[in-house]
Protein backbone atom coordinates (compact mmCIF):
# COMPACT_ATOMS: atom_id res chain seq x y z
CA UNK A 1 0.00 0.00 0.00
CA UNK A 2 1.19 3.38 -1.06
CA UNK A 3 2.03 5.63 1.78
CA UNK A 4 -1.26 8.24 0.40
CA UNK A 5 -3.76 5.16 0.87
CA UNK A 6 -1.76 4.03 4.10
CA UNK A 7 -2.42 7.70 5.60
CA UNK A 8 -6.35 7.73 4.50
CA UNK A 9 -6.45 3.92 6.55
CA UNK A 10 -4.79 4.80 9.75
CA UNK A 11 -6.93 8.97 9.22
CA UNK A 12 -9.92 6.61 9.06
CA UNK A 13 -8.81 4.57 11.85
CA UNK A 14 -8.21 7.90 13.91
CA UNK A 15 -11.52 9.40 13.27
CA UNK A 16 -13.89 6.07 13.66
CA UNK A 17 -12.22 3.88 16.01
CA UNK A 18 -11.11 6.80 18.30
CA UNK A 19 -14.20 8.28 18.15
CA UNK A 20 -15.39 4.91 19.03
CA UNK A 21 -13.56 4.55 21.91
CA UNK A 22 -12.75 7.88 23.04
CA UNK A 23 -13.19 7.22 26.72
CA UNK A 24 -9.72 5.00 26.18
CA UNK A 25 -7.20 6.80 28.03
CA UNK A 26 -7.71 4.97 31.55
CA UNK A 27 -9.32 6.12 34.39
CA UNK A 28 -8.53 7.05 37.85
CA UNK A 29 -8.62 5.20 40.70
CA UNK A 30 -11.25 5.42 43.78
CA UNK A 31 -10.59 6.96 46.88
CA UNK A 32 -10.98 4.40 49.45
CA UNK A 33 -13.68 6.24 51.84
CA UNK A 34 -13.47 5.07 55.80
CA UNK A 35 -16.11 2.52 57.17
CA UNK A 36 -19.46 4.06 57.88
CA UNK A 37 -20.20 3.74 61.90
CA UNK A 38 -22.14 0.21 62.26
CA UNK A 39 -20.91 -0.77 59.13
CA UNK A 40 -20.87 -4.99 58.97
CA UNK A 41 -17.54 -6.02 59.40
CA UNK A 42 -17.72 -8.07 56.38
CA UNK A 43 -18.33 -5.18 54.61
CA UNK A 44 -16.48 -5.45 51.05
CA UNK A 45 -13.53 -2.96 50.89
CA UNK A 46 -12.42 -1.24 48.11
CA UNK A 47 -9.36 -2.34 45.87
CA UNK A 48 -6.96 0.53 44.33
CA UNK A 49 -7.36 -1.07 40.58
CA UNK A 50 -3.44 -2.30 39.18
CA UNK A 51 -1.00 0.15 37.10
CA UNK A 52 -1.37 0.12 33.44
CA UNK A 53 2.08 -1.37 31.83
CA UNK A 54 3.23 0.98 29.57
CA UNK A 55 5.90 -0.66 27.67
CA UNK A 56 6.11 -3.93 26.09
CA UNK A 57 9.22 -5.27 28.39
CA UNK A 58 6.56 -4.10 31.47
CA UNK A 59 3.77 -6.25 29.72
CA UNK A 60 5.07 -9.44 29.42
CA UNK A 61 6.86 -9.57 32.63
CA UNK A 62 3.46 -8.74 34.14
CA UNK A 63 2.09 -11.79 31.89
CA UNK A 64 5.13 -14.11 32.48
CA UNK A 65 5.05 -13.63 36.08
CA UNK A 66 1.10 -14.01 36.20
CA UNK A 67 1.83 -17.30 34.44
CA UNK A 68 4.63 -18.72 37.21
CA UNK A 69 2.12 -17.96 39.87
CA UNK A 70 -0.36 -19.88 37.80
CA UNK A 71 2.27 -22.86 37.25
CA UNK A 72 3.14 -22.56 41.61
CA UNK A 73 -0.85 -22.01 42.49
CA UNK A 74 0.23 -19.41 44.50
CA UNK A 75 -2.81 -16.97 42.48
CA UNK A 76 -3.30 -13.70 43.06
CA UNK A 77 -6.20 -12.99 41.29
CA UNK A 78 -6.23 -9.37 40.41
CA UNK A 79 -8.89 -7.23 39.09
CA UNK A 80 -11.32 -9.57 39.80
CA UNK A 81 -14.17 -7.67 41.98
CA UNK A 82 -17.40 -5.78 41.89
CA UNK A 83 -14.71 -2.28 42.07
CA UNK A 84 -12.73 -3.47 38.92
CA UNK A 85 -15.75 -4.29 37.57
CA UNK A 86 -17.37 -0.36 38.26
CA UNK A 87 -13.84 1.05 37.54
CA UNK A 88 -13.57 -0.67 33.90
CA UNK A 89 -17.10 0.13 32.82
CA UNK A 90 -17.19 2.97 31.04
CA UNK A 91 -13.85 2.50 29.69
CA UNK A 92 -10.77 0.43 29.24
CA UNK A 93 -7.13 0.18 28.35
CA UNK A 94 -6.17 -3.27 28.53
CA UNK A 95 -2.04 -4.01 28.17
CA UNK A 96 -2.07 -7.04 26.30
CA UNK A 97 -3.64 -8.59 23.18
CA UNK A 98 -3.69 -12.46 23.53
CA UNK A 99 -4.67 -14.78 20.50
CA UNK A 100 -5.11 -17.90 21.33
CA UNK A 101 -6.88 -21.08 20.53
CA UNK A 102 -10.48 -22.00 21.47
CA UNK A 103 -9.31 -25.34 23.64
CA UNK A 104 -11.08 -24.95 27.02
CA UNK A 105 -8.31 -25.79 28.66
CA UNK A 106 -6.41 -22.58 27.56
CA UNK A 107 -8.13 -19.56 29.16
CA UNK A 108 -5.44 -16.47 28.69
CA UNK A 109 -6.91 -14.89 31.78
CA UNK A 110 -6.61 -17.69 34.28
CA UNK A 111 -3.31 -18.87 32.66
CA UNK A 112 -1.47 -15.49 33.19
CA UNK A 113 -3.17 -14.92 36.40
CA UNK A 114 -5.24 -11.61 35.01
CA UNK A 115 -8.15 -9.73 35.50
CA UNK A 116 -11.27 -8.14 33.76
CA UNK A 117 -9.86 -4.79 31.90
CA UNK A 118 -6.40 -5.98 31.56
CA UNK A 119 -6.42 -8.62 28.28
CA UNK A 120 -7.64 -8.51 25.08
CA UNK A 121 -8.56 -12.01 23.70
CA UNK A 122 -9.02 -13.48 20.44
CA UNK A 123 -9.84 -16.98 19.97
CA UNK A 124 -10.05 -19.41 16.78
CA UNK A 125 -9.42 -23.24 16.52
CA UNK A 126 -5.51 -23.45 16.42
CA UNK A 127 -5.01 -19.40 16.63
CA UNK A 128 -6.54 -19.60 12.44
CA UNK A 129 -5.88 -16.08 10.90
CA UNK A 130 -8.28 -14.44 8.55
CA UNK A 131 -8.61 -10.57 7.76
CA UNK A 132 -11.56 -9.81 10.63
CA UNK A 133 -9.01 -11.38 13.12
CA UNK A 134 -6.26 -9.69 12.05
CA UNK A 135 -8.07 -6.86 12.46
CA UNK A 136 -9.32 -7.87 15.73
CA UNK A 137 -5.78 -7.99 16.91
CA UNK A 138 -4.67 -4.59 15.54
CA UNK A 139 -7.28 -3.08 17.08
CA UNK A 140 -5.43 -2.31 20.77
CA UNK A 141 -2.45 -1.81 19.83
CA UNK A 142 -3.90 1.00 16.94
CA UNK A 143 -6.70 2.62 19.26
CA UNK A 144 -5.25 2.55 22.90
CA UNK A 145 -1.55 1.83 22.71
CA UNK A 146 -1.74 -1.75 23.80
CA UNK A 147 1.92 -2.29 23.62
CA UNK A 148 1.78 -6.47 23.81
CA UNK A 149 0.37 -8.99 21.12
CA UNK A 150 1.14 -12.74 22.18
CA UNK A 151 0.25 -15.47 19.76
CA UNK A 152 -0.59 -18.26 21.69
CA UNK A 153 -0.53 -21.70 20.84
CA UNK A 154 -0.50 -25.20 22.92
CA UNK A 155 0.18 -28.69 23.50
CA UNK A 156 -2.11 -31.28 21.96
CA UNK A 157 -4.10 -29.28 19.63
CA UNK A 158 -6.81 -30.55 18.11
CA UNK A 159 -7.03 -28.31 15.57
CA UNK A 160 -3.94 -28.64 14.57
CA UNK A 161 -4.37 -32.21 14.93
CA UNK A 162 -7.44 -32.39 12.35
CA UNK A 163 -5.89 -29.91 10.11
CA UNK A 164 -2.32 -31.95 10.09
CA UNK A 165 -4.70 -35.47 9.16
CA UNK A 166 -6.49 -33.73 6.40
CA UNK A 167 -4.06 -31.84 4.72
CA UNK A 168 -2.24 -34.94 5.10
CA UNK A 169 -4.65 -37.71 3.86
CA UNK A 170 -5.95 -35.28 1.02
CA UNK A 171 -9.04 -35.63 3.00
CA UNK A 172 -10.80 -31.77 3.64
CA UNK A 173 -12.43 -31.79 6.93
CA UNK A 174 -16.72 -30.88 7.29
CA UNK A 175 -18.36 -27.67 7.07
CA UNK A 176 -16.17 -24.54 8.10
CA UNK A 177 -13.67 -26.41 9.60
CA UNK A 178 -12.43 -26.85 6.19
CA UNK A 179 -11.38 -23.23 6.68
CA UNK A 180 -9.52 -23.58 9.82
CA UNK A 181 -7.05 -26.35 7.79
CA UNK A 182 -6.42 -24.24 4.69
CA UNK A 183 -5.13 -21.64 7.31
CA UNK A 184 -2.90 -23.65 8.76
CA UNK A 185 -1.53 -25.63 5.73
CA UNK A 186 1.91 -22.97 5.80
CA UNK A 187 2.41 -24.42 9.16
CA UNK A 188 2.13 -28.04 7.79
CA UNK A 189 4.38 -27.25 4.94
CA UNK A 190 6.56 -26.20 7.33
CA UNK A 191 6.05 -29.17 9.92
CA UNK A 192 6.76 -31.56 6.83
CA UNK A 193 10.29 -29.75 5.94
CA UNK A 194 11.20 -30.13 9.29
CA UNK A 195 9.98 -33.49 10.45
CA UNK A 196 10.40 -35.45 13.57
CA UNK A 197 9.25 -37.76 16.15
CA UNK A 198 5.57 -35.61 16.86
CA UNK A 199 4.95 -33.98 13.47
CA UNK A 200 1.63 -32.69 14.85
CA UNK A 201 3.13 -30.75 17.96
CA UNK A 202 5.92 -29.60 15.51
CA UNK A 203 3.20 -27.88 13.62
CA UNK A 204 1.57 -26.31 16.13
CA UNK A 205 4.60 -24.05 17.15
CA UNK A 206 5.40 -23.39 13.69
CA UNK A 207 1.56 -22.22 13.74
CA UNK A 208 2.88 -20.10 16.29
CA UNK A 209 5.80 -18.46 14.71
CA UNK A 210 4.97 -17.99 11.50
CA UNK A 211 1.48 -16.13 12.68
CA UNK A 212 3.60 -13.89 15.28
CA UNK A 213 6.18 -13.12 12.69
CA UNK A 214 3.45 -12.17 9.74
CA UNK A 215 1.89 -9.85 12.68
CA UNK A 216 4.91 -8.38 13.52
CA UNK A 217 5.48 -7.84 9.83
CA UNK A 218 2.00 -6.52 8.38
CA UNK A 219 1.70 -3.01 7.19
CA UNK A 220 -0.11 -1.19 10.10
CA UNK A 221 1.83 -3.04 12.89
CA UNK A 222 5.44 -3.18 11.88
CA UNK A 223 6.05 0.79 12.22
CA UNK A 224 5.16 0.46 15.78
CA UNK A 225 7.22 -2.40 16.13
CA UNK A 226 9.61 -0.60 14.45
CA UNK A 227 9.69 2.51 16.93
CA UNK A 228 9.90 0.11 19.83
CA UNK A 229 6.38 0.52 21.34
CA UNK A 230 4.83 -2.79 20.53
CA UNK A 231 6.42 -6.71 21.00
CA UNK A 232 5.03 -9.50 19.46
CA UNK A 233 5.87 -12.70 20.66
CA UNK A 234 4.74 -15.82 19.86
CA UNK A 235 4.41 -18.63 22.85
CA UNK A 236 3.37 -22.49 23.97
CA UNK A 237 1.15 -23.84 26.39
CA UNK A 238 2.30 -27.05 27.97
CA UNK A 239 -1.40 -28.55 29.01
CA UNK A 240 0.84 -30.45 31.57
CA UNK A 241 2.54 -28.16 33.43
CA UNK A 242 0.64 -25.03 32.67
CA UNK A 243 3.93 -23.19 31.70
CA UNK A 244 4.09 -20.67 29.04
CA UNK A 245 7.44 -21.39 26.56
CA UNK A 246 8.39 -17.83 24.54
CA UNK A 247 9.33 -18.91 21.19
CA UNK A 248 9.91 -15.68 19.83
CA UNK A 249 9.86 -12.08 19.97
CA UNK A 250 10.45 -11.55 23.80
CA UNK A 251 11.24 -7.67 24.32
CA UNK A 252 14.25 -7.22 26.34
Same mark, same amino acid.
Given at each position: ?150 ? !? ?5 ? +? %???? /?? *? &??? @? #? ?51 ? !? ?5 ? +? %???? /?? *? &??? @? #? ?9
Amino acid at each position: MDGARQSDRRALLAGGLFAATAALTGCSSKSTAPAAAGASPQARPTMQPTARPATPEAAFTRLMEGNQRWVSGDLQHPDRDPDRREFVAQEQKPFGSVLACIDSRVPPELLFDTGLGDLYVMRTGGEAVGPVVTGSVEYGPMTSGTPLIVV !LGHQRCG +A %VEAS /YT *S &LKE @G #KPLPGNLEAIARALRPAYEQAVREGGSDPVDTMARAQVTLTAANLRSNQDLAP !LVQKGTL +A %VVGA /YY *S &LDS @G #KVEVLSGAPS
